[in-house]
């Protein structure tokens, strides 16, 4: 028998919605897919300059830089200690390598992207979920928080604005977060992947943790939300915190890096253009989350079984349905009797149901169609 690690030792069964996507599509049915995720398939205008970057003669030599070409790290805005790597998954195991020991625990946030499980796994972590509770918006809950953070916790996990809920941490909350940490010895992990695509101001929120001082703090950023390019496959760790603590942090990170040297050359001497071309890509995606949004509130109004919950920013929305069916049972029906594709809540982790997930980059005219199919479906239940 061949010995392969525990770490690996996963259950992954097909669900019964994967399983009728399959099957559906097979039959060469048409899907609207209200999951779409990936910025390249979604119908924007990449500029040529984007693909112009990449023409750099400096990219034909190898120097390599543990934590990355200067140039490269001097184009990420607001960022005086930058470490490179190839992705924020990447940056994950980065982080999770230098703050913990096998059989330690990461606190990750509930609702959110079901990666972080996944990751720590192949660290030999254990990931420990503390609840985000929905009151008029999405806010931490720390009595949970406090209960999950046992002597085995090395780092806090917050998604800002996280993923699917779009909801943004509140200076308040980072306060007190920050006392939280600070007290016990904990990092801070803080994903800004979509942080540049909030709905609008608010004065209470924080749109970066890159100004942390009381806690030793990283803040994750790269080109695959910022520009819509995960294809180029750069990303990045900014350290913030008590000085000397950080410093000493960004050395070990410099060592781990050195150990893997992922992110290719050509990439990193292409980040200024890629940051700047990838501008026009941003305001596009800006455009399509905040239309789409306003799509879907339009078409679910206050009379509809259907309840939009509040987002503050990010790619995603939140559908609340009746539970006169189960998550999945809602979305089985939406699929084989509507032809559109949702993501049930608890793919997300969600504590209750029903809750239906949306991507707002999804292409205009197949979102407000399949939304209008969403709704007739709930009203059609609900009678």
């Known amino acids: 028998m061949i010995p392969f690690s525990s770490r690996l030792d996963w259950d992954l069964p097909r669900n ?23 910025p390249t398939r979604a119908g924007f205008e990449y500029p040529e300059a984007l693909l112009e970057a990449l023409a750099d003669r400096r990219a034909l030599r190898y120097d390599p830089a543990p934590a990355g070409l200067a140039a490269a790290r001097a184009a990420v805005p607001d960022s005086p200690r930058v470490l490179l790597t190839a992705s924020t998954s990447e940056a994950y195991a980065y982080l999770f390598k230098l703050l913990a020991d096998p059989g330690d625990e990461i606190l990750a946030p509930r609702p959110s992207y079901p990666l972080f499980e996944f990751l720590a796994r192949l660290e030999s972590l254990r990931v420990a979920q503390y609840p985000l509770r929905y009151d008029h918006g999405w806010m931490v809950d720390f009595a949970r928080l406090e209960e999950a953070a046992t002597p085995r916790a090395r780092a806090v996990v917050v998604v800002n604005p996280n993923n699917p809920t779009g909801s943004f941490l509140k200076r308040e909350e980072f306060e007190r977060l920050e006392d939280f940490c600070a007290a016990r010895g904990l990092a801070i992990i803080s994903d800004e992947v979509f942080s540049a695509y909030a709905f609008g101001p608010d004065p209470l929120r924080v749109e970066t943790l890159a100004g942390a001082r009381r806690a030793l703090t990283f803040c994750l950023g790269g080109l695959s939300k910022s520009c819509g390019l995960p294809q180029m496959k750069l990303a990045w760790i900014a350290a913030a915190g008590p000085e000397p603590l950080r410093r000493a942090a960004f050395e070990r990170l410099e060592l781990i890096a050195d150990t893997y040297l992922s992110v290719g050359t050509p990439v990193q001497w292409a980040l200024p253009k890629l940051l700047e071309a990838g501008a026009a890509v941003r305001e596009q995606i800006a455009r399509r989350t905040a ?6 509130r339009a078409a679910i109004g206050p009379e509809s ?42 793919f997300f982790d969600f504590e209750s149901e029903a809750y239906l997930v949306v991507s707002l980059l999804t292409e205009p005219r197949a979102f407000e169609e399949g939304v ?3 709704v007739r479906r709930a009203s059609a239940l609900a009678d």
């Open 305 to 346: 079984p259907l309840r939009v919950l509040e987002v503050e920013g990010g790619w995603y929305a939140t559908v609340q349905a009746p539970r006169v069916l189960a998550e999945e049972d809602w979305a089985l029906a939406l699929l084989e009797e509507d032809g559109v594709l949702v993501q049930p809540g608890f």
């Open 16 to 38: 019964r919605l994967s399983e009728a996507l399959a099957a559906r599509r097979a039959a060469g049915a048409r899907v609207l897919d209200l999951t779409e995720s990936n």
């Open 291 to 296: 239309g789409n949004l306003a799509r879907l």
């Open 372 to 374: 209008r199919r969403l």
